[in-house]
């Protein structure tokens, strides 16, 4: 995933994707070059170093270490949590009397958002394709950012969307043609 | 605490002759009247002096424990609850420390001990006009806290910092009952939390609190009780609210209570409208006795020029749960020239630290706690730079507490050439046993250059990769070094002989993961009866040198806690600290007594 790379930086999406292997293999290449069964006499000096310098990955944690409250990393694994969730976005509807507001920590994905979107709102939003957007459905799901900008739902990644994601749009299709074009 | 061997003398000498200028009895000394001697003594504070005065003579001895109002017990085994009823007849204030400082870190088992009830039986039958209890690291029940509340009717203040083993349903009995209750201060605490409903407790009429803490509880508290609390209490000075409070709640409660000096908020995240964000700022800028702001749960930095105007008065600002990013951090610290000082999350990084450098010159403390303390591969934070930065603009740094991943001896030896003044020195290198980054050096020179350097130096934590050499400079140059803290150190018996021998004011000392044995265990023997407590765990030491240990130095209560994969001979744990009051008798099965 070339894209996953490029918001490696802000997100760390790496760490939070779902995959087999322990945690701490980072790019695949050192994946491949890496594997737990390796005898440690056919080690060579470099890669032991390489293992020192990045991290012990397969090692198990210790016990007490580093020296922080228990009470201190259940704060930081709920906060971690409520980063990510509790997410009430509002979402309006060209043509509705008045808006909604929904959770999107809730969702799990764009399928299962668009879904409950076209539920509460009784539309058709069709299915996203990165070339034509929603072309063709009735509406097309938007939604303003961080920065302001009104996008298009489904250009990035889920995990991105729901952290920038400040509130829903549903358009009416006619309209959001223009966006399906850029 | 020092004991009399004869006993205390039970009768007062009110009855006999006290006029110094014609007896010259061999009995009495001292020069002054009892009565005389004992207003003096009143005024004394410190436990330190009234230990020294204990010791004079017997008279001075009798004064003193029966004018001594406040009790310190550092270890609550120490002593127990009847040797302490026969000496002190009139306190009304008592501290109580329980479990060795590593249980916080999940090191001792649960149902260790350190129960306080059986103290609490003690205090109902002697010491019925106690008014404050404060426990740090004990276990308190519901049924110790009923027993609190309903036992003391002048009861006034209660602290539980890091105890476990209770429940809302005893701070229920403590609102419920505790008519004259000032202060309810609960931090660190493992304990179920049910509902707030304690909260809705307190009479309606209740008025008397002074400090609330409740920042550590989970439930939902009911805002109207919680709101007429604080209009009515008007001596309150601290309030730390916990994250179910939101925004508008907050401002309202600050509306009623402009003269707190310590503000602990909720979540600092709810969406407000643009006059409630007005509103906000009105609320805290009439606080103009706020030095203390910490709480601010999921901040949304948006709104803190709410903070601002109350902020350049801040001495204090704990912002260890708040993940911020440096920019955001900046801005905030920028109007608070007064602190002194500061707890932080890593997530601020070093440009952050800068900022603390340049904005905070009269900065005596900081922590930098790790947000994500198991994040093994992004390694982000605060390096070394981070602290030589704060190093350069707060010259009169004293208490530093940092996590990092990475450091190098000649970034400590900066920090201590421009900050000398240290007193406490706790610095974590999160990945144990690692070397100087730069070097590959061990990190022996940092902690030399720490020890030669600070005289002053009370208490500190050492990490990284460091041999014998570092305990040799501790041994040699830290004169006045009471709590050592080590873990994944030392190359020898000779490390931890060093540091036994060299350093007279030694009291606590906790070791783990270090290659010491019996030699260096059992060459403390008489230090330990001058210290408070040896904690040694995951080391090379054998139980048969334990029971030496313990056949030796019969004051020593030596405890032993066994892992269950290792091999019989193995004391995975030892704890070791003097007693006057012998082996204690509530031991949990896994704990040998020796």
Not at chain 1, 45 to 69: F, H, I, L, M, N
Not at chain 2, 23 to 51: A, C, I, M, W, Y
Not at chain 2, 557 to 582: H, L, T, W
Request: aromatic letters at 10%; proline letters at 5%; charged letters at 25%.
């Amino acid at each position: 995933m070339e894209r996953a790379a490029v918001y490696d930086n802000e997100l760390n999406l790496k760490a939070t994707e779902l995959r087999l292997g322990l945690p701490g293999a980072d790019e695949s290449e050192k994946q491949s070059s890496r594997n737990n069964k390796r005898s440690s006499a056919e080690m060579d000096d470099s890669r032991d170093k390489d293992e020192q310098e990045s991290a012990p990955a397969p090692k198990a944690q210790v016990v007490g270490w580093p020296p922080v409250r228990s009470y201190r990393k259940n704060i930081l694994h709920q906060k971690n949590e409520s980063d990510l969730s509790g997410i009430f976005v509002k979402v309006s509807m060209d043509g509705a009397p008045y808006l909604r507001k929904i959770d999107l920590k809730v969702y799990i994905n764009y399928q299962d958002l668009l879904k409950a979107l076209e539920n509460m709102f009784k539309c058709s939003i069709g299915v996203y394709s990165e070339r034509e957007g929603y072309d063709g459905s009735e509406f097309a799901p938007t939604y303003e950012d961080k920065d302001g900008d009104w996008m298009l739902v489904g250009d990035v990644p889920w995990d991105m969307f729901i952290t920038s994601c400040k509130r829903l749009r549903i358009m009416k299709g006619s309209e959001a043609k223009g966006l399906g074009c850029l | 605490m020092q004991t009399d061997p004869n006993g205390p003398n039970p009768k007062k000498s009110k009855d006999s002759p006290s006029n110094s200028a014609n007896t010259e009895s061999t009995q009495s000394p001292s020069p002054f009247p009892d009565e005389v001697l004992e207003k003096v003594l009143s005024f004394l504070n410190s436990d330190k002096d009234r230990s020294s005065v204990s010791l004079v003579c017997k008279d001075w001895y009798n004064a003193e424990r029966w004018t001594r109002t406040k009790l310190f017990i550092g270890n609550c085994y120490s002593v127990s609850p009847e040797i302490v009823a026969r000496r002190f007849t009139k306190i009304k204030s008592v501290t109580l420390k329980g479990k060795p400082r590593f249980s916080d870190f999940n090191l001792v088992p649960q149902n260790w001990g350190a129960d306080v009830h059986y103290w609490l039986l003690m205090f109902a039958n002697v010491y019925p006009f106690l008014e404050e209890l404060r426990l740090k690291r004990m276990t308190i029940s519901d049924e110790s806290l009923e027993l609190l509340a309903t036992s003391f009717p002048g009861f006034r203040a209660l602290s539980l910092m890091s105890c476990d083993g209770f429940s809302t349903d005893g701070l229920k009995a403590i609102a419920t009952h505790c008519r004259s209750l000032t202060e309810l201060d609960i931090q660190d605490v493992d304990m179920d939390d049910f509902c707030g409903g304690w909260l809705s407790c307190f009479p309606e009429d209740f008025g008397s609190l002074e400090v609330l803490n409740f920042a550590t509880l989970d439930s939902e508290v009911n805002f109207d009780a919680l709101e007429r609390l604080v209009s009515q209490c008007k001596s309150l000075r601290v309030l730390k609210v916990n994250k179910t409070i939101t925004l508008d709640q907050l401002q309202r409660l600050l509306l009623r209570a402009p003269q707190l000096m310590e503000l602990g908020t909720g979540s600092f995240q709810q969406e407000l409208l643009p006059g409630q964000f007005g509103d906000l700022g009105i609320a805290f800028s009439n606080c103009k006795n706020l030095r203390t702001l910490s709480g601010l749960w999921e901040v949304a930095s948006i709104y803190f020029p709410v903070l601002y105007v109350a902020c350049a008065s801040l001495t204090f600002l704990n912002l260890n749960y708040t993940a911020l990013r440096s920019d955001e951090f900046g801005s905030l610290l920028a109007h608070c020239p007064n602190l002194r000082r500061l707890w932080v999350l890593d997530t601020v990084e070093d440009k952050g630290l800068e900022a603390v450098g340049s904005s905070c010159p009269l900065l005596e403390e900081l922590r930098v706690f790790p947000a994500d303390p198991y994040d093994q591969h992004l390694h982000r934070g605060v390096t070394e730079s981070g602290f030589v930065a704060v190093s350069r603009g707060c010259r009169k740094l004293h208490y530093v507490l940092y996590f990092c991943w990475q450091m190098t001896n000649a970034a400590v030896a900066t920090i201590v050439q421009n900050c000398p003044n240290f007193t406490h020195f706790r610095l974590c290198i999160m990945n144990p046993g690692r070397p100087d980054y730069l070097t590959n050096e061990p990190m022996d020179e940092a902690f030399g250059a720490v020890v030669k350097n600070c005289t002053k130096l009370q208490r500190l934590s050492m990490s990284g990769l460091l041999t014998d050499l570092t305990f040799e400079y501790i041994g040699k140059y830290a004169k006045n070094l009471e709590t050592l803290s080590v873990a994944f150190a030392g190359s020898s018996d000779r490390g931890m002989q060093c540091v036994l021998e060299g350093c007279p004011k030694l009291r606590k000392l906790e070791i783990r993961d270090c290659p010491f044995g019996n030699a260096a265990l059992l060459s403390g023997l008489e230090k330990y009866e001058t210290m408070r407590s040896l904690w040694m765990s995951s080391c090379n030491v054998t139980i048969n040198a334990c029971q030496r240990l313990a056949r030796e130095m019969p004051r020593l209560n030596v405890e032993v806690m066994k892992d269950k994969e290792s091999d019989d001979s193995r004391a995975d744990k030892v704890y070791v600290y003097r007693s006057v009051a012998g082996p204690r008798r509530d031991a949990p099965p896994f704990v040998l007594t020796l």
